[in-house]
């Protein structure tokens, strides 16, 4: 079960697609959306993404930033952003950690198979660090207008 609204975020040290790790301490004072995803390039992934992509305007303009997780290396993140243009970081989890701090990380089943993966789960996080709200089984399409909405 992921984190809860009230609580302290866990801090996080991920590298982006560049290579350049990111804190969670580095945005102290700004609000942040860190939302987690099971795999690049992979149709949901892509949906949500991209919706996320197309309003980033109002997200800046609102001052908050976007941070994309997912077990995926920062190369195959470095392909999923250059093919779908995407102006925001996504953060490389490979040993996924920090989806196991936020609770997002567990047991799925597909199409009759069990294995271990992403809960598909967006965090909004204050300006002090301390998680403002939890969006849990994210559905990707509406999902970036819906976590803009919880902003005002």
């Known amino acids: 079960m992921a984190i809860q609204a009230g609580l302290q975020a866990p801090d ?58 997912s077990p995926d290396s920062p190369k195959s993140h470095t392909k999923f952003i250059q093919k779908f243009s995407l102006p925001f970081s ?20 597909f199409m009759g198979r069990e294995y271990d993966g992403v809960f598909r789960t967006t965090f909004l996080i204050g300006p002090d660090g301390k998680i403002v709200k939890v969006f849990e089984n994210v559905k990707p399409q509406g999902h970036a207008a819906e976590v803009l909405a919880a902003l005002s």
């Not at 959306?33 to 997200?59: H, M, N, Q, W």
């Open 90 to 109: 996504l953060l490389a989890d490979e040993g996924h950690t920090v989806a196991e701090a936020y609770g997002v990380w567990g047991r799925k089943k």
């Open 12 to 69: 996080f040290n991920l590298a982006d697609e560049n290579g350049t790790v990111r804190h969670l301490a580095d945005y102290q004072g700004k609000a942040l959306v860190l939302y987690f995803y099971p795999k690049d390039d992979t149709p949901g992934c892509t949906t949500e993404a991209c919706e996320f992509r197309d309003s980033i305007s109002a997200y800046r303009q609102a001052g908050v930033e976007v941070f994309g997780v």
